[in-house]
């Protein structure tokens, strides 16, 4: 009865608060005014509306005491009236054709053309018949459009670019993909299960049709208001990390000619395997190909860090890496992307304070970017912040699921619970990193510290000797250890330590 009420009113008032701006369902039938062009909205208590609505003129009425002679209360009350009076609206024009619906290019802001792979969200299917669950059908689609375009792998379609396609029946997806400009789809349906409400996804190369990817996800219905948040979060999370998958081996089978984006992408596939210098020869390409491209300044200047996290002192390479990402930041200063990724940067070359503050601009910009949180978990492990790392390292792991990073937010996740004096959730974290990645030589050194924190003396020399093996001597072990954590209160204690398991793992020892 919701829907047919909210299609069929000349009026729907719209109440903005605090309250009401989070909430998906005022959200999804302020949509379904929108589009009706039935929205009559205000604000009635100081709160940011919706993105999507910041343009729509809105009457401020969190000042209004009641009075009838208020002037922006008469101009509310006239606007309200004047849709309601006017006369039955002509018969509804056939949809445009898929043909006028802007492409990706033209949806795209300056700078971001050639990056990241894009996506259309196709109206999701109402399979349960149930008014109440078209609209949250509906609001879903929002929703999850929301959410991708907080994440830095995927450029994402406004709804009103597939809104035509609401109502009918598509079948040559191949034609739409070319139509909008995008190379991959999604598609979507709720329906009930029992008492629960399940939302089926699948993504689809637009240019074949192919199915990459389904996810199904169930929320019990009773719940369903409090966890809709989380629904939208795990969908999106799951989408991100398929997508950006696909686009690495793409990128990795492409003989030639790749775009700076695709280097990119290159460089981060490097990471999986803890191949610095691969990655570092990526990222060397990517600002080859586009000397102004802001992602291959940050990747490279990152990558630079890291890979100085084991050499030796030298000031001028600081002084390189950090004009690398000053750069970075000069092209691209609002991008979460280059936020944190520069921030990393600075923080493994001594600048804690500053690259935290890059890291946490990024996790405001972008509170849903799994990425966003995981380096500024980086970034306030380093300055000694244990708890709020740990949490902000939790919500990457949620947001990125089977993520290529995974084992590298475990490596990070192992320094804070070692200073907090949770072991075993420490060495849990290790072994998943060491699981992931074999030959993370680092990762050996912080095992054999948690088996000395958990007693197991003799293991602790063992993994040494692993670290050694793999290449990672003592003068190695010391840099690291100091630039990775140079406020830990524990940190001479941890470098005296492994200089003392090295001594007594020496060969002929």
């Not at 006028?100 to 792979?117: D, F, I, N």
């Not at 030959?439 to 020399?461: I, S, W």
Request: one cysteine or more; hydrophobic letters at 40%; glycine letters at 6%.
């Amino acid at each position: 009865m919701t829907e047919q009420a909210l299609r069929t009113a000349k009026a729907v008032v719209v109440l903005w608060s605090p309250r009401s701006v989070v909430s998906r369902w005022v959200r999804a039938e302020a949509t379904l005014a929108d589009r009706n062009r039935t929205l009559v909205p205000c604000t009635i208590e100081p709160c940011d509306r919706p993105i999507m609505f910041e343009l729509t003129q809105t009457a401020e009425l969190s000042h209004w005491d009641g009075s009838p002679a208020d002037k922006v209360w008469r101009a509310f009350l006239a606007d309200v009236r004047r849709l309601v009076s006017e006369e039955a609206a002509p018969a509804a024009v056939a949809p445009a054709p898929v043909l006028e619906a802007p492409t990706v290019e033209e949806t795209l802001k300056p700078g971001q053309s050639g990056s990241a792979p894009s996506l259309a969200v196709l109206p999701f299917t109402n399979r349960s018949g149930l008014p109440e669950d078209e609209v949250f059908a509906e609001g879903m689609v929002e929703d999850v459009i929301s959410a991708l375009s907080q994440g830095v792998n995927v450029r994402v379609l406004g709804s009103m670019s597939t809104a035509h396609l609401r109502k009918s029946v598509t079948t040559d997806l191949s034609a739409v993909g070319r139509q909008l400009g995008v190379r991959y789809l999604l598609e979507g349906n709720v329906r009930r299960v029992g008492a629960n409400l399940r939302v089926t996804t699948q993504l689809l190369e637009a240019e074949t049709g192919e199915i990459v990817w389904t996810g199904k996800f169930d929320r019990p219905l009773s719940e369903l208001a409090e966890l809709q948040e989380e629904l939208v979060t795990e969908i999106a999370g799951s989408l991100h990390t398929q997508v950006f998958s696909l686009e690495m081996e793409r990128a990795l089978k492409k003989p030639g000619d790749i775009t700076a984006w695709e280097a990119v992408a290159r460089c981060l596939s490097a990471y999986r395997q803890y191949d610095l210098q691969r990655a570092l020869g990526e990222a060397r390409r990517a600002v080859a190909i586009s000397p102004d491209y802001a992602p291959g300044h940050a990747m490279l200047a990152a990558t630079l860090a890291n890979v100085y996290l084991s050499s030796p002192d030298d000031p001028a390479e600081v002084a390189s890496i950090r004009a690398i990402a000053k750069r970075a930041l000069a092209l691209a200063p609002d991008d979460a992307s280059i936020l944190g990724s520069c921030g990393q940067a600075l923080g493994l070359l001594g600048d804690t304070e500053e690259a935290a503050r890059h890291t946490q601009r990024a996790v405001r910009k972008e509170p849903g970017s799994g990425l966003a949180h995981y380096l500024h978990g980086g970034a306030l492990y380093m300055l000694n912040r244990p708890e709020e790392a740990l949490s902000h390292l939790e919500t990457a792991e949620r947001l990125m699921p089977g993520s290529h990073l995974i084992w590298l937010i475990k490596a990070w996740q192992s320094g804070p619970y070692r200073q907090l004096g949770r072991w075993a959730e420490a060495e849990a974290a290790v072994n998943e990193c060491l699981r992931l990645l074999p030959n993370a030589a680092p990762m050996y050194l912080t095992k054999a510290l948690v088996c000395l924190d958990l007693g197991r003396n003799a293991e602790a020399q063992r993994h040494v000797e692993t670290a050694r093996r793999l290449g990672w001597g003592p003068i190695q072990a010391e840099r690291y250890w100091r630039r990775i954590g140079p406020n830990s209160p524990s940190l001479a204690d941890d470098t005296a330590t492994l200089n003392a398991l090295y001594a007594a793992t020496e060969p002929g020892v």
